[in-house]
Antibody, heavy 115, light 111 residues
Framework: EVQLQQSGAELVKPGASVKLSCTASGFNIKDTYMHWVKQRPEQGLEWIGRIDPANGNTKYDPKFQGKATITADTSSNTAYLQLSSLTSEDTAVYYC????????WGQGTSVTVSS | DIVLTQSPASLAVSLGQRATISCKASQSVDYDGDSYMNWYQQKPGQPPKLLIYAASNLESGIPARFSGSGSGTDFTLNIHPVEEEDAATYYCQQSNEDPYTFGGGTKLEIK
């Protein structure tokens, strides 16, 4: 069974960084793209970017360049999203998903930026 | 960036009737004979769920009352007959060009 298990909720201070994880089971992440999507409270979905774990190639929405870094560890079948210089604008739920048409999603990780 | 404009922003449909949601792209999302438009359903507190991929293909496990159509810049999601459990927000999303983009969402209420 395909599953994407994301790390737990984070409460972080402004200016800090955070690294979220998304561990896949039931498939090998090297066989597909892995995406990260942001959803602010009561707002729509924003694509952050993706990684091809087979070669580490990444693509980002320019809005998130410098804010987000996507990596993957094929040995642990896990994708990561690091967010830096956090502000209140980064308070959101972050989802990982696989494939061009995102057919499986993680349960989401809530990130709250507050002092 | 390809801008996806969904309409309406919200709609209320009676049980058993048809719901139609439109998604218009600022430029074509077609490539090599395929349309790279996908549709998702999201209920509160849950991740999105893929309903339709490549404009008209029903994802495995999704009821046949959901259907998608369109090509180029104009796409439609239909739900017929609408059931109580279809109350949710629906999003279109294009995967033809980077950056991928989502529509603003359509909230469906069941009367």
């Amino acid at each position: 069974e395909v599953q994407l298990q994301q790390s737990g909720a984070e409460l972080v201070k402004p200016g800090a960084s955070v690294k979220l994880s998304c561990t896949a089971s039931g498939f090998n992440i090297k066989d597909t793209y892995m995406h990260w999507v942001k959803q602010r409270p009561e707002q729509g979905l924003e694509w952050i970017g993706r990684i091809d774990p087979a070669n580490g190639n990444t693509k980002y929405d320019p809005k998130f360049q410098g804010k987000a870094t996507i990596t993957a560890d094929t040995s642990s079948n896990t994708a990561y999203l690091q967010l830096s210089s956090l502000t209140s604008e980064d308070t959101a739920v972050y989802y990982c998903a696989r494939r061009h048409a995102m057919d499986y999603w993680g349960q989401g990780t809530s990130v709250t930026v507050s002092s | 960036d390809i801008v996806l404009t969904q309409s309406p922003a919200s709609l209320a449909v009676s049980l058993g009737q048809r719901a139609t949601i439109s998604c218009k792209a600022s430029q074509s999302v077609d490539y090599d004979g395929d349309s790279y438009m996908n549709w998702y359903q999201q209920k509160p507190g849950q991740p999105p769920k893929l309903l339709i991929y490549a404009a008209s293909n029903l994802e495995s496990g999704i009821p046949a009352r959901f259907s998608g159509s369109g090509s180029g810049t104009d796409f439609t999601l239909n739900i017929h007959p609408v059931e109580e459990e279809d109350a949710a927000t629906y999003y279109c999303q294009q995967s033809n060009e980077d950056p991928y983009t989502f529509g603003g969402g359509t909230k469906l209420e069941i009367k």
